[in-house]
Each structure stands twice: as structure tokens, then as C-alpha cells.
């Protein structure tokens, strides 16, 4: 489709961001304090608050809130770590983050989702934590796994980094998590431009947390400097330098006031999706698992055998169409950084190979949505 001469492409994912957010980091920049700061410790608790648990670390990514969620479980060399290989890389990567192993484990085709029978066939006697991936947004089913590892002294961490405003047994995702982790990058439906939050029900585990995202620092500066007293700040364990800036929380805090309506929109047109998608025979499209709901961060569809056109031919087609999808959600046993972990996953393979994810953003229209589906029709 051509106007004046630029393709409209029709994006796979549009973050909602407005003049609110502008005045927000404005706002902050004027106030002089840009660095961890008031608006970090506003955020923090609006997000703890939204999330159902007590507490909310606010650090630079999902990627180093697992980092400290998995130094907080205690897992270092030694230790074997069970993660799902359909995930994004970053879940892996922070076992070796870690000085841990990986060990892959396979999903539910169904949900994309690994479930404790999953869990249960790769555990060792080395293994000291699990990180349960809420795939795009769909919520795993957390007390299964925690019942099954629980008993054995193994943390179950939750990534989360897809999950805000899904829900899990009538409670929000991340609500029943001794720790859980998420992502505030664009392609997340909350964004900071980049970020992320630990959060935790355990004080401990809350102060422990801080500490490490601050270089390991008794009492954080902004403390320090809010104090009429001297403080002279301690060092007792090496930390890290993983802190969110109060102009990225000022922008959080705005995006968490239309998380409600963001998700309220992706469950409409989702729903949509599904029931256009549904004339096509085979092919099986992302939804409500029996014990949570999913926010549709992604909207991904799996393609049965018999389809036309091929997973990446059917991408190229809907490029030429105009249309930006994507592969389904990445493997990180099928990538080279991880070619020495030995790996039996024959869902996951089928899943990343078969899949892909349709565009899907707020201020989609019904005509674009028809324009994607007459697309992947055409190719059925
Ligand atoms: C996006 C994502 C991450 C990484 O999040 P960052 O904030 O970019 O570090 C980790 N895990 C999953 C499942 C993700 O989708």
C-alpha cells in the first residue's frame, strides 16, 4: 500500500505514550533531581501496590532485576538454574550472570508456558532456583511449580517482564511470587524507555535488594542526602550500579495510570483476532489459560502442518503486504551462545519454528486488523 509515496506499514507494536509523559520527565528535569530520587520511591509503591505485593525495587531492566532476584535466591557457581529455552535470551542469560548453569526445560504447547511436569523432569540434586516465564503476557501457572519445588528448598523466581495487568487465580500476575521481575522496555505494554522492578512480599529480601542495585550501599543517597544528620554510608557486600532514574519513574508513574485501559483494548482486539482467526482450520491462536488471563503483550498464532505458506514465507508475505510481524517467541537453546547446553525440547522447537506474532497495538483499527487477517488467509 502506497500514499505519497511512503508504505504504510501496520507495526507490530506501538507503545502508548502522550503529552502526560512529556510533562512528567519535564517535570523532573526541572526539579533538579534526575538521578534515584522522590519519584523512584513513588513509583516503587504505586507499582507494589498494583502488582499485590508489598514491596517494589525499581532497578535498570527486567534483565538485572532477575540478576538480583536470582543473587537474593542465593544461586551462584555450583548451582544449576531451570529455565524455559522459549523465552527471550535474557532469562538465560542472567543464570550465567550468575556464575550458574542452565538447564533448558520444555512448555506447555498450549499456553507456551513451562508447568511443573516440565519443572520436575529436568531438576538435579544442584539445582537452587527456577525462573517461571509468563510468555507474552500469558500468567504460568506459579502455585503448581511452587508446589512441586517449594518442598525442596528451590526458588521459583517469576519473570514477569510481559505480565503487568495479566491475572493469575483472580489476583494480579507476580502477586503470588516470593520474587518476581519485569520489563519496562517499549515493547512491554509500560514503559520508562528502558527499566525494570523486583518485587517481593519478604522486607529482607526488599532491603537486601536495594542495597545490591546501589553498589552494595547502607543507605542510598537520596536518604543520605534528605538527612539533617551526617550519614556516613557502609559497604558490606559488593553491589551493583543498577538504578532507575527519577525522570524514567516519573514516566512509570504516568504509564501505570493507563495500564487498566491498555490492557482493556489488547483484550478487545484480541478477542477479534480469534474469532476471525478462527475460519482458518489448525491454526491456534494466544488466550486465557483455565486459571489466570493474559494482557495479549503478544498475540501469537501457531501455524498447523498443512499451512500454505511456510512460518517465514508467510512473514515475507505480510511484510510485502505491509504488515510487520514477527517470529514467534525466540528459542535460546537453537542460538550459538548457547550451543553447549545439551537440550531435548521438541515443543519448544515446534513452537518457535511454527509461530508468529501479529501486530496488535492500542490505536490499531478494526480495518487494519482485517487487512493483517485477509493477509494470512490469502496464505493459508
Ligand atoms: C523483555 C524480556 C526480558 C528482558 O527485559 P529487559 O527489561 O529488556 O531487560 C526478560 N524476560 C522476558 C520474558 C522478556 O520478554
Given amino acids: 500500500m502506497r500514499s505519497g509515496g511512503t508504505r504504510t506499514v501496520i507495526p507490530v507494536i506501538k507503545p502508548v ?3 502526560e509523559e512529556a510533562a512528567a520527565v519535564a517535570e523532573a528535569v526541572r526539579s533538579g533531581w534526575v538521578a534515584q530520587g522522590p519519584r523512584v520511591a513513588e513509583f516503587e509503591a504505586a507499582f507494589a501496590a498494583r502488582a499485590g505485593t508489598a ?18 535466591a542465593g544461586v551462584g557457581p555450583g548451582d544449576d538454574v531451570v529455565v524455559p529455552s522459549l523465552s527471550f535470551i535474557a532469562t538465560a542469560n542472567v543464570v550465567r550472570h550468575a556464575g550458574a548453569r542452565v538447564v533448558f526445560a520444555d512448555i506447555d504447547p498450549a499456553t507456551g508456558n513451562m508447568d511443573a511436569k516440565n519443572v520436575e523432569a529436568v531438576l ?3 539445582t537452587r532456583a527456577v525462573i517461571l516465564v509468563d510468555q507474552g503476557g500469558i500468567p504460568a501457572d506459579l502455585d503448581a511449580v511452587r508446589a512441586l ?3 525442596l528448598g528451590i526458588t521459583v523466581v517469576e519473570d514477569a517482564a510481559c505480565a503487568a495487568g495479566s491475572t493469575y487465580k483472580d489476583r494480579p500476575t507476580g502477586a503470588g511470587a516470593e520474587l518476581a521481575a519485569w520489563s519496562f522496555h517499549p515493547r512491554k505494554l509500560l514503559t520508562t524507555g528502558e527499566g525494570g522492578m ?3 512480599p519478604a522486607d529482607a529480601l526488599a532491603r537486601r535488594a536495594r542495597r545490591l542495585r ?6 542510598s543517597a537520596a536518604d543520605r542526602h534528605g538527612s539533617a544528620k551526617v550519614v556516613i554510608e557502609e559497604y558490606d557486600e559488593t553491589g551493583f550500579n543498577y538504578r532507575m532514574t527519577d525522570m524514567q519513574a516519573a514516566m512509570g508513574l504516568v504509564q501505570l495510570t493507563r495500564l487498566d485501559g491498555v490492557v482493556a483494548r489488547r483484550r478487545e482486539l484480541a478477542a477479534r483476532y480469534r474469532r476471525l482467526l478462527a475460519d482458518l482450520p489448525g491454526v491456534a ?5 483455565a486459571h489466570g488471563t493474559t494482557n495479549y503483550q503478544s498475540f501469537w498464532i501457531t501455524l498447523p502442518d498443512g499451512f500454505g505458506a511456510g512460518r517465514d514465507e508467510l512473514l515475507q508475505h505480510l511484510l510485502d503486504a505491509g504488515i510487520s ?3 514467534g517467541i525466540m528459542a535460546a537453546h537453537r542460538e550459538r551462545a548457547y550451543a553447549d547446553v545439551e537440550a531435548d525440547l521438541p515443543a519448544t522447537d515446534r513452537f518457535t519454528t511454527r509461530s508468529l506474532i501479529l501486530p496488535l497495538f492500542h490505536d490499531m483499527t478494526h480495518a487494519q486488523q482485517d487487512r493483517v487477517v485477509e493477509a494470512v488467509a490469502a496464505h493459508a
Wanted: hydrophobic share 35%; net charge negative; aromatic share 0%.
Fill in 198 to 200: 523486583l518485587t517481593t
Fill in 55 to 72: 514491596h517494589g525495587v525499581a532497578v535498570s531492566s527486567c534483565t538485572t532485576a532477575l540478576h538480583l532476584a536470582l543473587l537474593l
Fill in 214 to 219: 546501589e553498589h552494595g550501599m547502607s543507605v
Fill in 285 to 289: 491462536c494466544a488466550g486465557d489459560p
Fill in 17 to 19: 505514550l502522550g503529552e
Fill in 149 to 151: 519445588c517449594d518442598p
Fill in 124 to 126: 538435579t540434586p544442584r
Fill in 325 to 327: 510481524a514477527r517470529r
